[in-house]
């Protein structure tokens, strides 16, 4: 299904990441793990991948830094000659209540400028290509607001703003944009949640359970591929029908 293609994906070494790059990775794609924290996990998800049969290298760089981002997507273009691929997954939450909320805590950029500044150097190279897909991580609370998340929330409504500008730029250069709003994941941001709070949250859940990364990764796999080649600008929940 993806074949020579080259994807690129942020944040890649755990979770939903993780299990996009598998998949993707299974599907025929030479998979770019980008990750910023634990050079173990991002170093055993490639021999992983590569061990099954698939392609995949590891890069370290901090998407949210303007500079590094430019020089990470220049690497690639010149390694690969292409990207034909770029899944935004790079996050992260620092919650907390509105009133008392640490101005750096707002500030944190790495959710809505990180994946700005993928798309910013990637598209040069798409629109050349005159092809490409990219494909965006938001999440249902940017959908919908989330007490003790108004700084998370927001990086996320951003995110969907930039998808739907950026697919009505890049839609005459043939480049699909579209974003995934998950809603609860089985990832290490959920696990820590204690089990009150997790059977709360499933009984806002229809289908009453929380989802998998894998089935993410299913979601991405298609927006990526030629099957969704006349779908741009939208946001999917994949909730459970948690948002409807």
Known sequence: MLNEKIAVITGASRGIGA???????ENGATVIINY???VQAAQALEAEI???GGKAVTYKCDVSDFDKCEKFIGDVVKEYGRID?????????????????KEEDFDSNVNLKGTFNTIRFASRTMVKQRKGKIINISS?????????????SASKAGIIGLTKSAARELASRNINVNAIA???????????????VKEGAKGQIPLGRFGKPEEVAELAL??????????TGQVINIDGGMVM
């Open 19 to 25: 299990a996009i790059a598998k998949k993707m990775a």
């Open 36 to 38: 910023q924290g634990s």
């Open 50 to 52: 590569i061990e099954k």
């Open 85 to 101: 691929i770029l899944v935004n997954n790079a996050g992260i939450t620092r919650d907390g209540l509105l009133m008392g909320m």
């Open 140 to 152: 249902v609370s940017g959908v919908t607001g989330n007490a003790g998340q108004a700084n998370y």
């Open 182 to 196: 998950p809603g609860f994941v089985d990832t290490d941001m959920t696990i820590t949640l204690s089990d009150k």
């Open 222 to 231: 298609f927006l990526s591929s030629e099957k969704s080649d006349y779908i």
